[in-house]
């Protein structure tokens, strides 16, 4: 799992030391149960567990979509209520979805509204982080700044952890422009696009977007060196940019795994 070495600035008292995991501030609206088996459906209708296999455990799917257990619990009851999934005790137990006849159309209406959310809420991050890191840039105090270099090292075991320490970077960018406001829209943002991109990537071939050699620690400090650097420097136009850059490369990963389960690939 993720080591939180950068959960605290030089002095302690930075943005990072205040919130050591944005991911969990307390009061922060959570996904909720109807939003969580609204988007397992949708992945079940677009392909991506075929029928007949497996879900991820329960604690996966918390661990993965950023959700409480008791959330996937009562998510994946409600799918079962439905018939689109059934679970079994015992050994070779657990949550499989139901084998159902293909509806024509159905997974290029699914791939579609797929397409049009991540559209939304990519450009609503790309109108509003790129100036956050630019904020950052001019303002954050200097244990904030290098805190999100010493975020570089973390450590990368798997999907859960990397997209929380993916979140713990944007969230700590936003907290280090000083403006609340803002900070809480890119929260906000993150909070609900985090269960929807995240369903896209569960039990998924990372090698549709990444090199089957790729190390996941490495891909987290690859993607965020430049904006970390940048602000680092005080250089808010180049964070801005480079902000924006891996946003944009965010998208097309999302996009190249909506291609490859509307095509008809699995997981």
């Known amino acids: ?3 939180a070495r950068a959960a605290s600035g030089a002095d302690g008292t930075g943005a990072a030391a205040r919130h050591p995991d944005p991911l969990e501030r307390p009061g922060q609206r959570r996904p909720s149960r109807d939003m969580v088996t609204e988007i397992l459906r949708k992945r079940i209708a677009l392909g991506g567990f075929a029928p007949g296999s497996r879900l991820p455990a329960e604690r996966e799917l918390a661990a993965s979509l950023g959700v409480g257990r008791n959330t996937v619990r009562e998510a994946v009851r409600k799918l079962a209520d439905e018939g689109l999934v059934v679970t079994t005790l015992g050994r070779s137990g657990g949550t499989r979805v139901r084998p159902a006849p293909a509806v024509a159309g159905e997974r290029a209406a699914v791939a579609a509204d797929f397409r049009a959310t991540i559209r939304d809420y990519m450009e609503y991050r790309t109108a509003v982080e790129p100036f956050a890191a630019g904020l950052a840039a001019r303002r954050g105090s200097t244990a904030d700044r290098r805190a999100l270099v010493r975020m570089l090292d973390e450590e990368v075991a798997d999907l859960a952890a990397y997209h929380r320490v993916d979140s713990r970077f944007h969230l700590a ?28 990537w569960l039990d998924c071939d990372w090698t549709l977007v990444y090199p089957p050699d790729r190390d996941l620690s490495r891909v987290f400090c690859e993607e965020h060196r430049a904006i970390a650097l940048a602000v680092l420097a005080g250089d808010a136009e180049t964070a801005e940019a480079r902000m924006r850059e891996h946003l944009e490369d965010s998208g097309r990963q999302f996009l190249a795994l909506l291609d490859h389960f509307e095509a008809g690939g699995g997981g």
């Open 173 to 200: 960018v936003a907290a280090a422009a000083g403006n609340e406001v803002l900070g809480e829209a890119v929260e906000r943002a993150r909070a609900e696009m985090f269960v929807r991109g995240n369903a896209l």
């Open 1 to 3: 799992m993720v080591k």
